[in-house]
């Protein structure tokens, strides 16, 4: 059966007293079950679920012999038995790694919410299933094919990933303005703003960090937005040049069974960056999962000679370039401010360089279009404080220095200045540009 009709066939329950009296059969004798029962206590909890945990805890260090009975307990203290006092009595994602001690004492302790754990692992899904059978803990659903499409008001994660990697990786998981619940050790430093993030302080050792959105990560989230709307414009570009197909083949299989090893492999390059280099760049895109370094641009150009049948690349050529530079970005961060290259936010290719006549130093911006100068130049001034006056060819002052502006110069809008500070000072304005 399915996620959705697992998830479809539920019944709210609630606090029933044969629970309780199956909870209340466990001894609670061990040490295991004596520290989870001071835990509960000092909680303000029903202590009765103590022993019960304490069967899962030892059935699970019994199965991972590698795990450290240390780090397990202190999960279940310190974070798990706080988050029932967090959930809502609905189904609740489990988020954390997969192979890391999953939430079930949680489930124990709230029977009116159902935890859902995605297991790829098929031995691993089979004997957890056993064990939640032998221990009656009927609130705990095993997603072993994935979630799908099924999407979730509440999420938890409970291991310590990056923030912002466990967000990323739950969008598609978490339905907008759905609640996720990641508990910490410590408080991350990110500033509450009352809307996409709280912290919430729960103890010494656990810190709940409350999202109800994705917020941005300073240097990253622009970056993404921006390679996104690049694959956008490839996109739009493969079809207007009639190189995008509505019955491309099905080249992800032999790519995954390694029939095909790369673009060389495949016959007609444009189903290859269709298919392969698309749907991977999205998927990249999407997990901020960049290669460590792309070269399209570089196939485009060994494919486009006069004896290819290839439509003449043109702006195409421009995107993709843009996109192998946003990868050396993404993982060398100075570059945009640093190098005779960067993209800016609106997808252009901007690059450094120099006017033969007069012999100032330039900016020039590919893809090259009419509407781009006044756009950016808007945004520039807002920026910079400088105003913009008269019609094309423009000419400008900025910080007592003259500016000069080529349009369609070498297939590009080329902004050239005296001083090579004040050039700069505009490249890094562009960067910024949204167009």
């Given at each position: 059966m399915s996620l959705a009709a697992q998830l479809a066939a539920l019944r709210r329950r609630g606090f029933d007293g044969?629970?309780?009296?199956?909870?209340?059969?466990?001894?609670?004798?061990?040490?295991?079950?004596?520290?989870?029962?001071?835990?509960?206590?000092?909680?303000?909890?029903?202590?009765?679920?103590?022993?019960?945990?304490?069967?899962?805890?030892?059935?699970?260090?019994?199965?991972?012999?590698?795990?450290?009975q240390a780090h397990v307990m202190e999960q279940v203290v310190e974070r798990d038995i706080h988050l029932r006092n967090i959930v809502c009595g609905m189904p609740v994602l489990d988020l954390s790694r997969q192979g890391f001690f999953p939430a079930v004492v949680l489930?124990?302790?709230r029977p009116d919410m159902t935890l859902v754990l995605r297991i790829?692992?098929?031995?691993?899904?089979?004997?957890?299933?056993?064990?939640?059978?032998?221990?009656?803990?009927?609130?705990?659903?095993?997603?072993?094919?994935?979630?799908?499409?099924?999407?979730?008001?509440?999420?938890?994660?409970?291991?310590?990933?990056?923030?912002?990697d466990i967000l990323r990786r739950s969008r598609n998981c978490v339905n907008q303005g759905g609640r996720r619940y990641l508990a910490r050790r410590k408080d991350e430093g990110m500033e509450p703003d009352g809307n996409l993030v709280q912290t919430i302080v729960l103890g010494p050792k656990c810190h709940v960090m409350h999202f109800t959105g994705i917020p941005e990560q300073p240097g990253v989230s622009p970056l993404l937005r921006t390679a996104s709307l690049l694959l956008d414009k490839i996109e739009a570009e493969m079809k207007l040049k009639g190189m995008w197909s509505e019955t491309p083949p099905d080249l992800l299989d032999k790519f995954d069974r390694g029939e095909l090893r790369d673009y060389q492999d495949v016959a007609i390059f444009e189903h290859w960056l269709q298919v392969v280099f698309m749907s991977r760049a999205r998927e990249a895109v999407d997990l901020d999962e960049f290669p460590k370094q792309s070269q399209v641009s570089d196939m485009l150009r060994a494919q486009h000679d006069p004896h290819a049948n290839l439509p003449v690349a043109g702006r195409l050529l421009d995107y993709l370039q843009a996109f192998d530079l946003l990868v050396q970005q993404r993982h060398q961060p100075g570059l945009?401010?640093?190098?005779?290259?960067?993209?800016s936010e609106g997808g252009r290719l901007l690059t450094k360089g120099r006017w033969s006549e007069p012999g100032w130093f330039s900016v020039d911006a590919t893809p090259y279009d009419k509407d781009y100068f006044p756009k950016a130049m808007a945004m520039l001034a807002w920026g910079l404080?400088?105003?913009?006056?008269?019609?094309?060819?423009?000419?400008?002052?900025?910080?007592?220095?003259?500016?000069?502006?080529?349009?369609?110069?070498?297939?590009?809008?080329?902004?050239?200045?005296?001083?090579?500070?004040?050039?700069?000072?505009?490249?890094?304005?562009?960067?910024?540009?949204?167009?």
């Open positions: 044969d629970r309780d009296a199956w909870a209340r059969s466990f001894e609670a004798s061990s040490g295991i079950a004596r520290q989870i029962w001071a835990a509960i206590e000092k909680q303000g909890g029903n202590t009765q679920f103590a022993g019960w945990a304490a069967a899962w805890v030892e059935a699970w260090l019994a199965h991972n012999k590698k795990a450290r489930a124990m302790m790829d692992d098929q031995a691993e899904a089979t004997w957890l299933e056993e064990t939640l059978e032998a221990l009656k803990v009927d609130n705990v659903i095993v997603a072993r094919e994935g979630i799908g499409e099924v999407r979730f008001e509440e999420a938890i994660c409970r291991d310590e990933r990056s923030v912002f945009r401010l640093t190098g005779v290259q960067a993209v404080g400088m105003e913009v006056q008269g019609t094309d060819p423009w000419e400008f002052v900025l910080d007592g220095v003259r500016v000069a502006v080529k349009m369609d110069h070498r297939g590009s809008c080329s902004i050239a200045a005296e001083s090579m500070a004040v050039r700069d000072k505009i490249f890094n304005g562009l960067v910024k540009a949204g167009c």
